[in-house]
């Protein structure tokens, strides 16, 4: 059973970074893309760009100047970082595994964590 | 961006119940359309990826339709477990984008 798990700090202050990993568990990261997804507090979910083990990224263009996903097959982790945040930014952070083999779905999640943006 | 919007934006709904949720995308993405429930608290789960696949688990009672700009979520007879928030998501086209969202309410 694949299982994947955010960490991270739950409180980043403005205009630093915020920085997030997620361990994924029970299947190899160098078989599928990896997501991240996030979901400001009561509003909808917003992709914010996946990466391949080879480090091929895709990021949504809202957020490109900003982000990187990076990937660490030794320890079958990847990571966010979003740089400059505000207060727009605070959100519950989920990784997801993305299954782009036939018709493209976010098919295992995380269970989320919270990140706040305040000083 | 395809903009994905969901109707209604909540429904009051009995055990029961036969449901219905559209989801209109503002372009056509084929059948890239894909089904997500989730719960307080909870991650979102898949429930039905290429318009009307069932994800391995999720019970028969899930059904999905439609092809282009308008895709339908039915469920046939509600159950208690079924009350949820539920989300369409398009995988036609970078970035991807989720519907705003329906909230099933007890009624």
């Known amino acids: 059973q694949v299982q994947l798990q955010e960490s991270g700090p739950g409180l980043v202050k403005p205009s630093e970074t915020l920085s997030l990993t997620c361990t994924v568990s029970g299947d190899s990261i160098s078989n599928f893309y990896w997501s991240w997804i996030r979901q400001p507090p009561g509003k909808g979910l917003e992709w914010i760009g996946y990466?391949?083990?080879?480090?091929?990224?895709d990021y949504n263009p809202s957020l490109k100047t900003r982000v990187t996903i990076s990937v660490d097959t030794s320890k079958n982790q990847f990571s966010l970082k979003l740089s400059s945040v505000t207060a727009a930014d605070t959100a519950v952070y989920y990784c997801a595994r993305y299954d782009a083999s036939g018709y493209y779905l976010f098919d295992y999640w995380g269970q989320g964590t919270l990140v706040t943006v305040s000083s | 961006d395809i903009q994905m919007t969901q109707s209604p934006s909540s429904l009051s709904v009995s055990v029961g119940d036969r449901v219905t949720i559209t989801c209109r995308a503002s372009?056509?993405?084929?059948?890239?359309l894909n089904w997500y429930q989730q719960k307080p608290g909870k991650a979102p789960k898949l429930l039905i990826y290429?318009?009307?696949t069932l994800q391995s688990g999720v019970p028969s009672r899930f059904s999905g339709s439609g092809s282009g700009t308008a895709f339908t979520l039915a469920i046939s007879s509600l159950q208690p477990e079924d009350f949820a928030t539920y989300y369409c998501?398009?995988?036609?086209?970078?970035?991807?984008?989720f519907g705003q969202g329906t909230k099933l309410e007890i009624k």
């Open positions: 990466i391949y083990y080879n480090g091929n990224t």
């Open positions: 290429a318009t009307s």
């Open positions: 998501q398009q995988s036609y086209i970078t970035p991807y984008t």
């Open positions: 372009q056509s993405i084929s059948r890239y």
